[in-house]
């Protein structure tokens, strides 16, 4: 296999032809955060989050393949500075109340609020009035807590396969919605199967009955899963 040299935060790295720059990094020990990516989907490179520095220009991560003579760099000033810009405006675009949600302590995006220091909005909160859909039986739905990430949409198609969730509106009046725009409960495609909630990194998906501290997005069984589907494992 192919392999590339490229600078990242001022070392020469190796990767292999075809990966990402958010592979190599991580396999390098870099740490670049992210929030609509994740292992086993393909990417979308929607948050934003995960942007870079390409010889000078700003390049999503996830999406940017290796090359030769790369000049790569995850921290600096500027992207830190855009990162914590994304995940105010994140927080004031919907209504995300963490002492009040499901996911507290188990929420990515407050992870990431952490991680770029943000302990207050520059941004005036927009709080919309955005439902709750509780008419499945096992599951809730919270726009409020929404990111629009994805992660439901393309791991309900990608590996699911029933492809129940889906996007629609623009703009601020985006929602996922369930076979279009039923409520999930009514939703004839969905096979519960729970993907979607394992993959949401905030509060928008839940267990409906569990208790903040049940309510954890188990993310080692979904990677244990698409691990299996790729590998075929449970083929004979």
Not at 30 to 46: E, F, Q
Request: charged share 25%; aromatic share 4%.
């Amino acid at each position: 296999m192919a392999v590339k040299t490229l600078s990242l935060d001022g070392q020469l790295i190796s990767a292999r032809d075809g990966q990402t720059l958010l592979e190599a990094a991580r396999e390098s020990g870099v740490s670049i955060p992210t929030l609509c990516h994740l292992d086993g989907l393909d990417p979308v490179g929607a948050c934003r989050l995960c942007l870079v520095e390409v010889n000078g220009r700003l390049m999503p991560s996830c999406l940017t393949r290796v090359a030769e003579e790369m000049e790569v760099w995850t921290q600096t000033e500027r992207l830190q500075r855009y990162r914590k810009q994304i995940v105010e405006l994140l927080f004031a675009e919907r209504n995300h109340i963490c002492s009040v949600c499901v996911a507290n302590g188990n929420c990515e995006l407050q992870d990431l609020a952490m991680r770029l220091g943000v302990d207050h909005l520059r941004y005036a909160p927009q709080e919309p009035q955005c439902e709750v859909d509780l008419s499945h039986e096992r599951y809730g739905l919270d726009h409020n807590r929404c990111v629009l990430c994805t992660r439901c949409v393309r791991v309900c198609d990608e590996i699911e396969g029933a492809h129940t969730w889906d996007v629609a509106g623009r703009g601020t009046n985006c929602r996922v919605i369930t076979d279009l725009h039923q409520p999930w409960g009514s939703a004839s495609t969905c096979t519960s199967c729970g993907k979607c909630v394992m993959a949401c990194p905030t509060g928008a998906l839940f267990h409906r009955g569990a208790s903040v501290s049940e309510n954890v997005h188990d993310r080692e069984t979904l990677h244990a899963l698409i691990l299996a589907r790729e590998e075929k494992q449970w083929l004979v």
